[in-house]
C-alpha cells in the first residue's frame, strides 16, 4: 500500500519537524544567556552609578562600628574624624570600599557577586582571578569594554566591564600613575546560572513534546492520505471491472451502459487530475522544502547564520501554500466521493473574515499588500463555517497572487434581495476574457503564474463553485485586465 511518494511525504515532515525543534531549543538557549547578560548589565550599572555618586561626594561618612572598621588601604587626609557635639568617630568610605560592602550583602542574601579589581589594585585581595585578568588585558588593549561568558563548570554566569578613571576618582588613583580617562580596572559581576538552566529546561521539554505531538499527528494525516487514495483507487479498478463485465454480457442495455461510460470518464477526470496535481504540484514545493531544509541544516552545522532568516520564510511560504494546496485537494476528493457533510449555522461574518486575513499576513506582508475587512462587525451570515473559511481562502490567496506588490484587497458584503452579497476585489493584473469563460473548468483552464512566479491548479476555485453551490447561492467574477479582478458571491440570507 506504501509508495515513494508516501516515504517522501513522511521523510520531508520528519525533517521540517527536526529544523523546527533544533531551531526552536537554539532560540532558547539564547534568549537565556541574553536575559542572563541583562541582568547581569543592570546590576553593574547600579554599581557604577553608586560608585559614581559616592565619588562625586568625595567619598562618605560613616559611624565606626564593630562590623565597619576604618579601610587600611585608604590613604587620604582626614580618613577618620570626631564630630565632638555628637560623640561620633566617623571614617570615610570610598566607592571601592562601598563596591566590596555591596557585595559581600549581595552574596549572603541572594548569591550575587560584585568584584572590582584592576591589574594593579591597591588592595591584595582586589586581585583578578584568571578569567577577570584575561578580560583586564582585552581592556587595556581596547579589544573590548565589556565581556560576558558562562562558565559550565561553576554553573554561573560572568559579565565585567571596564572601570575608566573620572577626575573625582584621581584622589585615590593618582599614585598608581593614573590619569583621567585610563582603564584602572573593572567589576566583575558573577550570577548563579541554575534558574536559568532550569527555565530553559522546561522551555524545551515543552517544545520537544508539542513537536512530537505534530509530528505524530502529522504522520497520521499523512499515512491517511495515503490509505484514502490507495482505497479509492481500489474502487476506481472495480468500477473498470464492473463495466467490462457489462459491456460483455449486457451489450443490448444501451442507455445503462452509455450512463455508465459517463461516470467511469468522470471518475477517469477526476483520477487524472489528481495525478497530475499530485505529481506536479504538489511534489515541486516538497523537493524545494527538502532543498531549503537541507541548505538550512548545513548553514546551522556551518554556524553561518546570515541567510537563515530568509530560508525560514521561504521554508513557512513553500510549506503553507502546500498545506492550503492539500487541503483543496482533500476537500474537492472528499466532494467528489459525496464525503462531505454540509453543516451550516450561524457565524459572525467579520470575526470570520478576520481569521482567514490572519493567516496570510507573512505572506502578504512579503508582497506588501494590503487586505481590508470591510464587513460591519455585527454581520452574521447562515453558512458552513468550514466551507465559508474554504471560500474565503481560496478567494484572498488568488488575489494576492495576482496582486502587485503595494497592492490592496478588500472584502465587503451588503444585503441585497433576501441575500447576502459578498464581494472580494484587487487591483492586481486582472483576468483576461478567454480565460474568464473557462475559469471554472478543471480539464480546461490552468491557473496562470502570479506576480511572483506562484503556481497554482486551478482547481481552488472549482471548489469555491462547488462550495457556494451547495450553499444554494451564485457565483461571478468581473475582471480587466491590469485594472483586478472582483469575485461576487451571493448566499441566501436566512433570518435568525
Known amino acids: 500500500m506504501w509508495n515513494i511518494k508516501t516515504y517522501t511525504f513522511l521523510s520531508v515532515w520528519v525533517v521540517l519537524l527536526l529544523f523546527s525543534a533544533t531551531f526552536n531549543t537554539n532560540s532558547i538557549s539564547e534568549k537565556k544567556n541574553k536575559l542572563a547578560k541583562t541582568q547581569s548589565k543592570a546590576l553593574f550599572d547600579e554599581i557604577v552609578t553608586t560608585r559614581s555618586w559616592n565619588a562625586r561626594h568625595g567619598g562618605v561618612y560613616v559611624p565606626i562600628t564593630k562590623n565597619m572598621q576604618p579601610n587600611p588601604f585608604l590613604k587620604v587626609p582626614n580618613r577618620d574624624i570626631f564630630i565632638d557635639s555628637l560623640g561620633l568617630h566617623l571614617t570615610m568610605v570610598n566607592p571601592a570600599f ?60 560572568r559579565y565585567m566591564a571596564s572601570l575608566t578613571v573620572e577626575k573625582s576618582c584621581l584622589k585615590c588613583h593618582a599614585q598608581q600613575g593614573y590619569k583621567e580617562g585610563d582603564i584602572s580596572g573593572g567589576i566583575s559581576v558573577t550570577i548563579p546560572a541554575t534558574e536559568y538552566i532550569d527555565n530553559a529546561f522546561i522551555e524545551n521539554r515543552n517544545i520537544l513534546i508539542v513537536h512530537f505531538l505534530i509530528l505524530i499527528l502529522g504522520c497520521a494525516g499523512i499515512i491517511y492520505y495515503q490509505r484514502t487514495s490507495y482505497h479509492f483507487l481500489e474502487k476506481v479498478q472495480a468500477a473498470n471491472y464492473q463495466i467490462h463485465t457489462q459491456n460483455v454480457e449486457l451489450k443490448l442495455q444501451k442507455e445503462t451502459l452509455n450512463e455508465a461510460n459517463k461516470k467511469l470518464s468522470d471518475t477517469n477526470n477526476t483520477k487524472d487530475l489528481l495525478f497530475s496535481i499530485v505529481a506536479h504540484d504538489l511534489k515541486n514545493p516538497f523537493v524545494s522544502l527538502m532543498g531549503l531544509a537541507h541548505y538550512s541544516v548545513e548553514m546551522l552545522e556551518k554556524k553561518e547564520y546570515d541567510d537563515l532568516e530568509e530560508v525560514n520564510r521561504l521554508i513557512y511560504s513553500t510549506t503553507e501554500k502546500t498545506f492550503y494546496l492539500l487541503k483543496n485537494l482533500l476537500d474537492w476528493l472528499r ?109 480546461i483552464y490552468r491557473t496562470p503564474q502570479g506576480t511572483n512566479n506562484e503556481h497554482g491548479t486551478g482547481l481552488g476555485l472549482v471548489l469555491v463553485k462547488d462550495f457556494v453551490e451547495l450553499h444554494s447561492g451564485t457565483i461571478e467574477i468581473h475582471s480587466k485586465l491590469k485594472q483586478g479582478t472582483t469575485v461576487f458571491i451571493s448566499i441566501p440570507n436566512k433570518k435568525e
Open 98 to 157: 562601598m563596591t566590596r560592602q555591596i557585595s559581600e550583602i549581595a552574596n549572603s542574601e541572594s548569591n550575587l557577586r560584585y568584584h572590582i579589581t584592576s591589574l594593579k589594585p591597591i588592595r591584595p585581595a582586589n586581585l583578578a582571578d584568571t578569567w577577570e585578568t584575561i578580560q583586564l588585558k582585552q581592556f587595556e588593549n581596547n579589544t573590548i569594554s565589556e565581556s560576558f561568558d558562562f562558565i559550565p563548570e561553576d554553573t554561573i554566569f
Open 335 to 443: 466532494l467528489q466521493t459525496g464525503q462531505i457533510s454540509f453543516s451550516p449555522t450561524y457565524c459572525n461574518f467579520h470575526m470570520l473574515i478576520s481569521d482567514v486575513i490572519e493567516l496570510y499576513t507573512i505572506i502578504a506582508k512579503l508582497k506588501q499588500i494590503r487586505i481590508l475587512n470591510n464587513v460591519e462587525t455585527n454581520m452574521n451570515i447562515f453558512c458552513d463555517k468550514k466551507m465559508m473559511e474554504t471560500i474565503l481562502r481560496n478567494l484572498i490567496s488568488n488575489s494576492i497572487k495576482f496582486s502587485n506588490p503595494n497592492g490592496e484587497i478588500s472584502i465587503q458584503s451588503k444585503n441585497e434581495n433576501n441575500s447576502i452579497v459578498i464581494s472580494v476585489s484587487d487591483n492586481g493584473v486582472g483576468i483576461s476574457k478567454k480565460n474568464l469563460v473557462n475559469i471554472f473548468s478543471t480539464s
